[in-house]
């Protein structure tokens, strides 16, 4: 298990320089597996080699919300640095690299303050409570 830390010490530097590596997409990309990998080594998981939809980040992210439904808040920042990483793949833009960055570091933070507080992510849009709950409007 990598320190959260180190973590977020290495996304910054890939942010802040994309030329310190040969594939910045790659490295983000690896280093959110890495997030996602913490999470489930935590709930004493073995973290999965399989993919989904082509990305292991994705079959990661699968895994870790069997257990618990809230973590699928975080589903569609996985997705999203997923999307980035094509998108870099396509237009080789470093200014890409920014915003795969802070994807990476909205993961890490979600996942990190989940581990501190089990909580985090039951109150989204689309929490169950929320789904049930009956409506107070009248239709007009």
Not at 53 to 74: V, W, Y
Not at 109 to 135: A, D, H, M, N, W
Request: aromatic residues 6%; hydrophobic residues 35%; glycine residues 4%.
């Amino acid at each position: 298990m990598i320190e959260f830390s180190e973590i977020e010490s290495s996304i910054q530097s890939v942010r802040d320089d994309p030329h310190s590596v040969s594939d910045p997409a790659m490295c983000l990309l690896t280093l959110g597996e890495q997030i996602l990998e913490n999470w489930l080594q935590s709930h004493e998981l073995e973290p999965t080699i399989n993919q989904h939809e082509g990305f292991r980040l994705l079959a990661l992210h699968r895994q870790g919300a069997i257990n618990d439904p809230s973590f699928l808040a975080c589903r569609e920042t996985c997705r999203e640095l997923a999307y980035q990483v094509n998108l870099y793949r396509i237009k080789n833009d470093t200014a890409q690299v920014t915003m795969m960055a802070m994807v990476a570091l909205h993961l890490l933070y979600f996942v990190r303050g989940k581990l501190e507080v089990q909580q985090l992510g039951e109150f989204c849009c689309s929490s169950k409570p929320l789904r049930t709950q009956k409506s107070n409007i009248t239709s007009r």
